[in-house]
């Protein structure tokens, strides 16, 4: 009966489990005549919208800002040089490296010992010729006394000469005595001469000791200006570069010792393109003062100082282009002649023009703006210049249009977008601060105090941006930099 009972029960199972298969079977093939006898419906892909950035447009009156790099020089210098040869016998404890000096100071002393002989020799020659000019002048007194007296003498033998023919005539006198008077008249005449030579000669006396004077004055002069050349001292306030000169030292005649520079009057010199000069120059055609930024960047800490154009160079120079432009500073503290600097120099203002991100404009002149639909337009821009990130353009069409700020591949005329409106134009980023443990803030404070090349007025700067309780990471990462840590 078991074994009957679990037959059934199997035959029971296998039938079921046909009725099932067939029914499935009867299922897939309905569905599949259903979905064959179906008509095709078309299929749909739904349009990609990008979401972009975007600006208003907006026309302004901008002065651009000219970037160039150059080089700070001092437009007073002067090269101190020995006027003498000799030993060194003093030099000026500021006399140094570095060393500030004041005009009229005495900085070296060079021996003196050979040109004071020599003026005292020019002087004692001046003092013979002097004495040579007096004695010539008494001279000329004793031979024109003289010869008055030589003239009053032969003016009574003329007179004695003229009785004797007088009585010769009236028959008292002798023929003798008139030859004898005319003898002593003739001589008489004879000794006027004498006596005029001798006037002439100590006329060419007195001349010759005026010569003897002058020259003598001159040898003095030159004496003396020799012995002042073993002195040498500022012509001006400064400071003191290349000092070569020490105490005891050899020196030799138009030996540089040093070198005077006024911190006083710095200016900076940098190069631009041709392009970049014609934007400076006037109506006249000449280079105008237009306002000069000068940035030194210190670890952070920026020193800057402002100044106005002055010149430009004469020439290009060989092997150079360009034009060499020079800037006078007004007030330049912590710079130093040699320091490399930026120097950012105001152009004149331009009118008309709207200023964009450079990642607007593409390469073919145009820029993107949201149109009907907020799709994409094409829109052409003239460039006028590049300032740093951003750029000046002008167009007709683009007044009160917001235009995309970043252009990509994806993006092009006719695309939807959703545009996203930036607060504002531009934002300001703020500088990232950081704050320091007391052991890495006394690290870095002790690496810039003790650091020699940083100027007082940054190192002062740097100091007090350390004391407080947030510090520039900017700043941070450059003097770690510097530290090797």
Excluded: C, H
């Amino acid at each position: 009966m078991r074994f009957l009972r679990q037959s059934l029960s199997g035959l029971f199972l296998l039938a079921m489990t046909g009725a099932l298969l067939v029914y499935a079977g009867s299922l897939v093939y309905g569905a599949v005549q259903v979905r064959m006898a179906e008509e095709p419906r078309p299929t749909r892909s739904r349009e990609r919208v990008f979401s972009v950035t975007v600006i208003p447009a907006q026309i302004q009156q901008i002065e651009p800002v000219l970037t160039a790099f150059g080089q700070i020089e001092s437009a007073r210098t002067l090269d101190l040089r020995s006027g003498a040869s000799g030993t060194i016998l003093e030099i000026s404890d500021n006399f140094v490296e570095g060393g500030i000096v004041r005009a009229g100071e005495r900085l070296v002393l060079i021996d003196p010992a050979e040109a004071q002989s020599a003026l005292d020799r020019a002087s004692s020659d001046l003092s013979d010729a002097n004495l040579e000019a007096r004695e010539a002048a008494r001279a000329i007194g004793l031979a024109r006394d003289e010869l008055t007296a030589a003239r009053e003498q032969a003016a009574l033998r003329v007179k004695a000469f003229e009785r004797s023919q007088d009585l010769a005539t009236r028959g008292v006198g002798t023929s003798a005595t008139v030859e004898t008077a005319e003898l002593a008249a003739s001589s008489a005449r004879q000794a006027v001469l004498a006596r005029r030579q001798s006037l002439a000669q100590a006329e060419a006396r007195i001349e010759q000791a005026q010569t003897r004077i002058a020259r003598a004055e001159l040898a003095k002069a030159d004496a003396l200006r020799k012995l002042e050349n073993t002195e040498i001292t500022a012509e001006f306030s400064g400071a003191l570069s290349d000092v070569t000169a020490s105490r005891g030292g050899l020196v030799s005649i138009n030996e540089r010792l040093a070198r005077l520079i006024d911190p006083q009057a710095l200016e900076v010199s940098f190069r631009l393109s041709t392009a970049q000069y014609a934007r400076l120059l006037n109506d006249q055609g000449a280079l105008g003062a237009a306002p000069v930024t000068v940035v030194l960047d210190v670890f952070g800490a920026d020193l800057v100082a402002r100044g106005k154009l002055t010149r430009d160079s004469a020439a290009v120079g060989e092997g150079q282009t360009g034009r060499l432009v020079f800037a006078a500073l007004e007030a330049a503290p912590g710079f130093k002649p040699g320091d490399f600097v930026r120097v950012e120099v105001t152009e004149p203002s331009l009118s008309g023009v709207i200023r964009l991100p450079a990642t607007a404009l593409g390469a073919d002149g145009n820029v993107l703006v949201i149109g009907m639909e907020d799709r994409l337009e094409t829109v052409p821009a003239t460039l006028v210049r590049r300032q740093g990130d951003d750029v000046l353009v002008r167009s007709r069409g683009l007044m009160g249009r917001n235009v995309v700020t970043a252009r990509t591949p994806l993006l092009g005329a006719g695309i939807k977008v959703n545009p996203l409106t930036a607060e504002g134009a531009r934002e300001i980023e703020e500088p990232q601060m950081l704050e320091l443990s007391a052991e890495r803030r006394a690290k870095i404070r002790a690496f810039v105090e003790a650091n020699k090349r940083i100027p007082d007025e940054a190192k002062a700067r740097i100091l007090s941006q350390l004391s407080k309780d947030k510090v520039p990471a900017r700043m941070v990462e450059r003097l770690e930099g510097r530290m090797g840590g």
